[in-house]
């Protein structure tokens, strides 16, 4: 169960997703949590990114600022390298 003091900022379709985004948001220095909406661990029926509602109007401009693609939130999520450059 969610604190009612906090409001949905994103709803992401994993928690890895969901997890980059609140790492963003932290750097920020947004508080924000992830919630899974899976009755069990294990199965995905996405996470919600949330944070506090006085803190809602700036996470907002933040991610609508920063839309980084499903491929780069998974390569953050994974902490997988560019591919090398050559020398």
């Not at 409001?7 to 994993?14: A, I, Q």
């Not at 700036?58 to 997988?80: G, I, K």
């Amino acid at each position: 169960m969610r604190d009612s003091r906090l409001v949905l900022v994103r709803l992401c379709p994993d928690y890895i997703a969901a997890d980059v985004l609140v790492g963003l948001l932290r750097s920020e220095s947004i508080p924000a949590v992830a919630h899974n909406l899976a009755p069990v661990p294990g199965l995905e029926q996405g996470t919600e990114v949330l944070v506090p509602r006085a803190y809602l109007p700036r996470a907002q401009w933040l991610l609508e600022q920063q839309q980084p693609s499903e491929s780069e939130l998974a390569e953050l999520a994974l902490q997988t390298s560019p591919e090398p450059l050559e020398r």
